[in-house]
């Protein structure tokens, strides 16, 4: 079983470089890459080590939340509404959490 967001990232004040002009961005558009590359560094980690790519990562998630950081206080008021809360947990506004590399990577680096 899953929902929706699996994971969180922050998504806020990104510095990216367009053109040799520096910008602040935000939204799915920096917290995505975030978490790509968090991704790609365990599976290159895995790769050294003689080991295959982690493939489909959610039942891994799921299964071990404590590699991640539970978002417990905040939410995301918008359209005259205070959105969603987190919670310990799974919330509709974090999923599960935020990614602990280290903590991903011991686990990960831990299976065959």
């Known amino acids: 079983m899953r929902a929706y967001p699996d994971i969180a990232a922050a998504g806020y004040d990104y510095v990216t470089a367009i053109s040799g002009n520096f910008y602040y961005i935000g939204g799915t558009s920096a917290s995505s890459p975030t978490v790509a590359t968090i991704f790609t560094l365990i599976n290159q980690a895995r790769l050294n080590a003689g080991k295959t790519a982690i493939g489909f990562v959610n039942p891994a998630l ?41 903590a991903m990577l011991q686990y990960w680096m831990s299976l065959p």
């Open 62 to 102: 799921y299964s071990n939340p404590g590699m991640l950081n539970d978002v417990t206080v905040g939410n995301n008021p918008g359209c005259n509404t205070n959105g969603f809360s987190a919670a310990p947990g799974w919330d509709p506004l974090s999923g599960l959490g935020t990614p602990n590399y280290p």
